[in-house]
């Protein structure tokens, strides 16, 4: 089995999916290669997996046509089993290649399906992308596979790297720095929430935005922004409780990161948390945008020791029972091998 991948992204949870998916692939005995863009802190994480190609297609421009001439060359070369096409760019590339499954791996709700004119089958992370496609139109074929984690217990980073007290009751935040992620809710949260530490994983547009809010907050000496992480992981196993605020979140591979670190989760009701999580079971969920909310289910964590351990012990069970790594990458193999995720 041979598969070619196309994925165009930059860095976050669905670039971390990416990579454990591949990786996974490639120890149950997948050929694969991959065309990314340029200069991805992760490129050396898939290195092993098959030969990794780098290019940046732009809809615009005479690279779009030295590129698509580049992947015939591989195609040619490689004659995939299958070619798959991650989140919108990529699919756009998606070459007219008859003799593979094309397949186009949705990670949020599309507004249209213009990009994926060449796919055969579309991958929906939930039953609500699923029945969206549906609603646009769509009549080819559409698999519901969500995402895995190989987050685990890990080693953790001296807590002095982030100028925090060993003592100190830790709230992790991972993602890239958009609006939707909502930080700027959990910020205002940890304002509210007496002697919590913050730390924030990530960057983007939203980071200038997000220190300023710090400062107008006097919370300089409570909140460390910690940038993106390679071994985001040891962060995780430092801390003592991780958050998922999106205002909207389909279902992010960050869903499913606490879990497999053994921390328990505070997560927002967004549509994928929604889906994945059950309140009070193997997550505190409140409702989106609201601060007070967030502020009372940390404070909650940080005094009650039992609850923290019935959070890891549901959310280990969830984990293992509808995300383990083995049953989603069994699901995509099926799908390589016969065009239907599910025997």
């Known amino acids: 089995m041979k598969v070619m991948h196309i994925h165009f992204g930059k860095e976050g949870g669905a670039e971390r ?9 490639h120890e149950r005995g997948i050929e694969q290669r991959a065309l990314i863009r340029p200069d991805r802190s992760w490129r050396k994480d898939i290195e092993k997996c098959g030969e990794v190609y780098e290019g940046t ?29 991650w989140q919108l760019r990529a699919s756009r ?9 094309r397949i186009s791996r949705l990670g949020d709700y599309p507004e249209h399906l213009d990009y994926y004119r060449n796919s055969e089958t ?15 139109g769509w009549t080819r074929g559409v698999e519901v596979i969500a995402n895995f984690t ?25 993602g890239r720095f958009v609006k939707r992620k909502g930080f700027d809710v959990l910020i205002k949260a940890i304002a509210r929430t007496k002697d919590a530490y913050l730390w924030l994983l990530g960057d983007g547009p939203e980071r200038e935005n997000l220190e300023k809010l710090t400062d107008e907050l006097g919370l300089r000496d409570r909140v460390r922004f910690a940038g993106w992480q390679t071994n985001a992981y040891a962060y995780l196993a430092s801390a003592d409780v991780f958050t998922v605020t999106s205002l909207h979140e389909p279902l992010g591979n960050v869903c499913l990161e606490g879990w497999g670190a053994g921390k328990p989760t505070i997560s927002s009701r967004a549509e994928g948390p929604s889906w994945v999580m ?9 409702d989106c945008g609201d601060v ?18 019935a959070l890891i012990e549901g959310g280990q069970h969830t984990l293992t029972n509808r995300f383990s790594e083995e049953a989603i990458t069994q699901a995509y193999i099926r799908l390589f091998e016969t065009g239907k995720s599910e025997a």
């Open 57 to 85: 297609f732009r809809r615009i421009s005479l690279s779009r046509f030295v590129l698509s001439a580049r992947m015939r060359g591989i195609l040619n070369d490689f004659q995939p089993d299958v070619i798959m096409s």
């Open 17 to 25: 999916f990416f990579v454990n998916l591949v990786n996974a692939l």
């Open 122 to 136: 579309l991958i929906c992370i939930t039953p609500d992308i699923a029945r969206r496609v549906r609603e646009l």
């Open 93 to 101: 590339f998606m070459p007219r290649y008859k003799n593979a499954r």
């Open 150 to 174: 190989r987050s685990a217990p890990s080693t953790p980073i001296a807590r002095e790297a982030l100028q925090t007290p060993a003592d100190a009751f830790v709230v992790i935040g991972m």
């Open 292 to 309: 007070e909310g967030l502020a009372k289910a940390i404070a909650r964590l940080r005094d009650e020791p039992g609850l923290r351990a």
């Open 278 to 286: 059950s309140d009070g079971k193997d997550a505190l969920m409140v």
